[in-house]
Structures are given as structure tokens and as C-alpha cells.
Nanobody
Framework: VQLQASGGGSVQAGGSLRLSCSAS????????MGWFRQAPGKEREFVAG????????TYADSVKGRFTISKNGPENTVYLHMTSLKPEDTAVYYC???????????????WGQGTQVTVSS
């Protein structure tokens, strides 16, 4: 399976972007799709996740109320809609797949290539 992330770009603070992540094969109901990000000089961190079967979601505290994760089941695509962007949201964003609900990087075993998001003040 391959994950293809897209939608990154450069925006001003307060702006919005929508990231997409398409899977090359079917995503099953037991899978958990997550978005992570890595800023320069920092460790990769969990941003948001969605359980494919139930569409239940979880978010990092830093993005709650600003970011929304959603899915298109038939298209095997997961989205991250980001609003009220801040300069500290600048990072490379990755999508990934885990076998179950997790916010821990090591439990994700399929990763996309990353897409750059840059937020200027």
C-alpha cells in the first residue's frame, strides 16, 4: 500500500489549507488514519486521527478547534482541513496508517511522503 499526501502550500497566518491523503489500496474499518507533522529541528508529532469504520476522531490539543480530520471511504482518502493557521503550524505534514487507534508514531507502519505547510506571520 502507498499513501500519497498533497495540498500543502504557503499561507498567511489566519488562513486555511486542506490536505489530502489517498491510499493506493482499500482502507479497512479497523484501520486508523493519522496525520503527523514535523517542524524543523523538532520531533515528529501526532496531529489528528480518524478510525476508518466509525469515523471517530482524536486531535492534539494544539490543533483542537482549528483542524478537522475527515474521510471519503469509497475514495480511500483522508483529509485534514486546517483553519486559523499559525506560524507554529509550519511543518512537513505526513499521513500514516495504523492497525488501531494510536497517537504514537511507532504504531504507524505505512507512511506517505509528506507535504510542506508554511504559515507566515
Amino acid at each position: 500500500v502507498q499513501l500519497q499526501a498533497s495540498g500543502g502550500g504557503s499561507v498567511q497566518a489566519g488562513g486555511s489549507l486542506r490536505l489530502s491523503c489517498s491510499a493506493s489500496t482499500r482502507i479497512f474499518s479497523s484501520h486508523f488514519m493519522g496525520w503527523f507533522r514535523q517542524a524543523p529541528g523538532k520531533e515528529r508529532e501526532f496531529v489528528a486521527g480518524i478510525r476508518w469504520g466509525t469515523a471517530s476522531t482524536t486531535y492534539a490539543d494544539s490543533v483542537k478547534g482549528r483542524f478537522t480530520i475527515s474521510k471519503n471511504g469509497p475514495e480511500n482518502t483522508v483529509y485534514l482541513h486546517m483553519t486559523s493557521l499559525k506560524p507554529e503550524d509550519t511543518a512537513v505534514y505526513y499521513c500514516a496508517r495504523a492497525n488501531g487507534l494510536s497517537t504514537r508514531e511507532r504504531e504507524y507502519y505505512v507512511w506517505g511522503q509528506g507535504t510542506q505547510v508554511t504559515v507566515s506571520s
